[in-house]
Each structure stands twice: as C-alpha cells, then as structure tokens.
C-alpha cells in the first residue's frame, strides 16, 4: 500500500493595516515582520479565525518600530491564523505561513 504525502505550500501575506485573518484551516506559523510608522502597537496573533480562543504570539510596538520575529520550527496552529491590532495608527509588515 502506497502512502499519501501532502505538500504544503509556504506563503507571506501582506498585513493590511488593521486586524485581519491571515489563513483559514490548519498550517504553521512561522513568524514575520511588524511594523509601526507612528504609534505604539499591540499585536496579537491567534489560532482561529477571529480575536479569540489561542493566543500563539504577541508583539508590542513603539512608535516607529519594527520587530522581526522569526520562528524556526515554527507554531502549529489548526484553525486559522489571525491577526488582532490595538493602537492607532497604521501597522505594515508581513506574516510568514506554510499550509
């Protein structure tokens, strides 16, 4: 009997500004880079598709930082991945996923 492997694929989403869902389903987190032109930030990374249940990562940020997180095994997360940001102000950068 043949076994069955599934290739997952590795991705970096643009964050949009504000809170979002990143993925839908099951993957890897791998980490990314945050960014605040402005103000201080928070921001919270979840496994699911809102801003509940997990919380797998959180970040904060002062006004014009940036924070490079990188995760080399990387955060298995099973519902989705999403992104919860307090603060005002605009928060740019990217996630880094497989799935």
Do not use: R, W
């Not at 490079?68 to 991945?81: D, E, K, Q, S």
């Amino acid at each position: 009997m043949a076994s069955q492997v599934t290739t997952l694929a590795p991705s970096t989403t643009a964050l949009t500004g504000s809170d979002q869902a990143v993925v839908t389903g099951d993957g890897v987190f791998y980490g990314g880079c945050f960014a605040s032109a402005s103000d201080t930030k928070t921001v919270d990374i979840y496994d699911n598709t809102s801003a509940a249940g997990t919380k797998i990562a959180a970040i904060t940020l002062a006004a014009g930082g940036v924070e490079n997180l990188n995760i080399p095994n990387g955060i298995a997360f099973t519902t989705g991945l999403y992104v919860d940001v307090s603060g005002s102000g605009t928060l740019t950068g990217s996630i880094h996923t497989l799935t």
